[in-house]
């Protein structure tokens, strides 16, 4: 049996969740949900998205209006790493439930589908994006490629052939027309004019969707997508996949792993951040730092390249890629929070002037992540980057999402507040369609 016909039956036959896994997609759905919702007004690049998709159909649109299934989970989509405030797979970079949430949720809203129903699929997308990004032998990159939305693709396809209840080979095919769909190269790294790092996974959700409405209607693909020579994972890495990722699947969920965003940009800069808030704390003053140099491990490398871009980002998604910029505004304003993205504060010329001082001295596998600190005495000190916090959905409570749902929902349309507010209560909604309903 091939690799993805076996992990499809397993999928399909999982019909509930462990208490701890349904709590921990709960929360995923609810924190992915605020985040998109607040970039509705954030987020310029995603606009067109909305507008384009905005018709009739029976899907939603966090931005308004409605569309069939593919085009809502495109212009939702587009939203949903605009903040760079989703969540995290920690152990592999990936943020599986940014391409997961779009997809099911324009599915399940056409099929009227339970919300319990909804956070089983989810869980199950979200599991099989951790895995399949264990399984890989070798880093993607080092092929041309930017990954995670690629494999997030694949597992929101499975999550989907799951609630639309699929047979195991109409899932096999459901994987395989998405992935056709849908690639992205290692080039929007280094790209800082691109609007691509915001709306990406709007492209892998839409094809996920896609895939699984033509594998129901009798379409077919190729036989193992994941693991077959010129499937996924071989393609990504040249390897076949570690397939002891998958040993304990439909036993454990990996969503419980998943951590929840505290601060509002790319996971890579919390650290920095840490250091930041460790010197304010300190008592440090900013203005004795004569220049920073930080060592840090692959891919942090292009949080500081291009330099000159990440010193003086010239938009929110390039400030939330950039260590200069979150360290220094970290160190003079404080933990970080959406109006840290503002024009005004990227536009500050004292948090500006300490980027400026900020460079990359080492990336490289395996370094101990430091800052080399330079001061105006002629002291220099060498400190460990701080490990920050960490929210595991699989042990979070409502309570600690608190301040993190107060921010967004203050960006958010006020249509999306009975949303928002619901899933916030302790006890769930039975559907997601009437709070649904003041955006369509």
């Known amino acids: 049996m091939s690799l993805t016909r076996s992990l499809a039956a397993r999928v399909l036959a ?26 509705v007004t954030l987020e310029p690049a995603a606009r067109p998205f909305a507008e384009m998709a905005r018709g009739s159909g029976a899907a939603t649109l966090l931005a308004g209006g409605s ?47 339970p ?4 956070l089983t699929s989810l ?13 890989l032998a070798t880093d993607p990159g080092a092929q041309g490629w930017y990954h995670p939305p690629m494999i997030a693709c694949a597992g929101a396809a499975l999550g989907a052939a799951h609630l639309l209840r699929l047979s195991p080979d109409q899932a096999v095919a459901a994987v395989s027309l998405a992935l056709v769909q849908f690639t992205l190269t290692d080039a929007l790294k280094r790209s800082p004019a691109s609007d691509l ?38 393609l990504l890495t040249g390897r076949a996949p570690e397939v002891a990722a998958f040993d304990d699947l439909g036993r454990v969920f990996l969503g419980e792993q998943v951590t929840l965003k505290l601060w509002p940009c790319c996971r890579g800069t919390h650290p920095a951040i ?30 500081f390249h291009p330099l000159a871009d990440r010193q003086r980002p010239q938009t ?19 933990a970080p929070g959406l109006a840290a993205f503002a024009e005004a504060p990227r536009q500050d010329e004292a948090t500006l002037a300490l980027g400026g001082r900020i460079t990359l001295e080492a990336c490289a596998p395996g370094l101990t992540r430091h800052a080399r600190l330079r001061f105006t005495d002629g002291r220099e000190e060498i400190r460990p980057l701080p490990a920050p916090p960490v929210l595991p959905a699989g042990r979070a409570a409502l309570a600690d999402l608190a301040a993190k749902l107060a921010d967004c929902r ?24 009437p709070l649904l309903a003041p955006l369509s």
């Not at 208490?19 to 607040?38: F, I, K």
């Not at 929110?316 to 404080?334: D, E, L, V």
């Open 67 to 113: 569309a069939p299934p593919g085009l809502a989970a495109l212009a939702n989509g587009a939203l949903s790493h605009a903040l760079d405030f989703e969540d995290t797979f920690d152990a592999t970079g990936m943020h599986p439930n940014a391409v997961a949430i779009p997809a099911l949720l324009a599915l399940a809203e056409g099929e009227e589908a």
């Open 14 to 39: 999982t019909r509930a969740l462990p208490p701890g896994a349904a709590q921990a997609a709960r929360l995923s759905l609810l924190d992915g949900l605020a985040t998109m919702a607040a970039a």
């Open 316 to 334: 929110a998604i390039g400030a939330k890629f950039s260590i200069p910029y979150t360290f220094a505004q970290a160190w003079r304003q404080g």
């Open 197 to 234: 790092r915001a709306v990406r996974d709007g492209f892998a959700a839409r094809a996920a969707v896609e895939g699984a409405l033509l594998a129901r209607a009798g379409v077919t693909g190729t036989l193992d997508p994941l693991g077959e020579s010129g499937g996924l994972i071989p």
């Open 123 to 135: 869980a199950l997308a979200c599991d099989l994006t951790c895995r399949i990004s264990l399984a």
């Open 410 to 433: 203050a960006h958010a349309p006020q249509a999306a507040h009975p949303l928002l507010d619901a899933l916030a209560r302790p006890e769930l909604p039975p559907h997601l369609g």
């Open 274 to 303: 840490a250091l930041g808030l460790a010197l304010r704390a300190d008592g440090v003053a900013p203005d004795r730092l004569a220049g920073a140099a930080f060592t840090v491990c692959p891919p942090d490398d292009m949080l």
């Open 115 to 118: 919300l319990a129903d909804l």
